[in-house]
């Protein structure tokens, strides 16, 4: 009973882990590194992302700054964050590649929680998937006499437990996203 609570957990757990780093590229209306650092780039005949070019850094209040440890492939690396039309504008400045987010229109704000909310909501079906294959896991292990009834009640219980945890988890991402792209 405890290995499924357990192996429950820590798919739960890597579950939110990678709803939080997907959530987190989603843009706000301050500036994020996430937002530009995951973005794939043809770089002299290898796809590499950005994180692996350079490092990214935050000038408020509405910059990103990317300097590139070869500064030779800025003009390229510019264009292709262009390119990837995320709602920003690149200028090369030296060796730095400097990224202006534009304030947030309403209609956008409104566009990015719904994409999040579309995020969440495949989240919690999955957090039910979780919490189906948990259940008949427990219903396996009394068929075969391992575990008597009075466990599989205690054990469905405190997986619904967990499975609410996690679910009021994932709410509290929302939240907090919806949060950061209305400020």
């Not at 609570?5 to 997907?22: D, F, P």
């Not at 590139?68 to 039309?85: H, R, T």
């Not at 919490?131 to 009640?153: C, F, L, P, W, Y």
Request: net charge positive; glycine share 4%; charged share 30%.
């Amino acid at each position: 009973m405890d290995a499924i609570l357990k192996e429950l957990e820590q798919r739960a757990q890597a579950l939110i882990a990678a709803l939080t780093q997907e959530v987190s590229g989603v843009r706000s209306n301050r500036p994020s590194p996430q937002l530009v650092e995951d973005l794939k780039i043809d770089y002299m005949g290898t796809q590499m992302v950005v994180k692996q070019l350079g490092s990214i850094s935050i000038v408020p209040p509405r910059e990103l700054v990317i300097v590139l440890w070869d500064p030779s492939g800025s003009a390229v690396v510019a264009k292709a964050i262009d390119d990837a039309k995320r709602g920003f504008t690149t200028s090369v400045r030296g060796s730095a590649i400097h990224i202006n987010l534009p304030p947030l229109s309403q209609e956008r704000r409104d566009e990015l929680i719904k994409l999040v909310k579309q995020m969440i909501e495949k989240s919690k079906i999955q957090v039910r998937s979780l919490r189906d294959d948990a259940n008949k896991k427990v219903q396996a292990g009394k068929a075969a006499k391992t575990i008597t009834e009075d466990m599989e009640s205690r054990g469905k219980k405190k997986i619904q437990e967990v499975t609410d945890r996690v679910n009021k988890e994932i709410d509290g991402l929302l939240e907090k996203k919806a949060k950061e792209i209305n400020e």
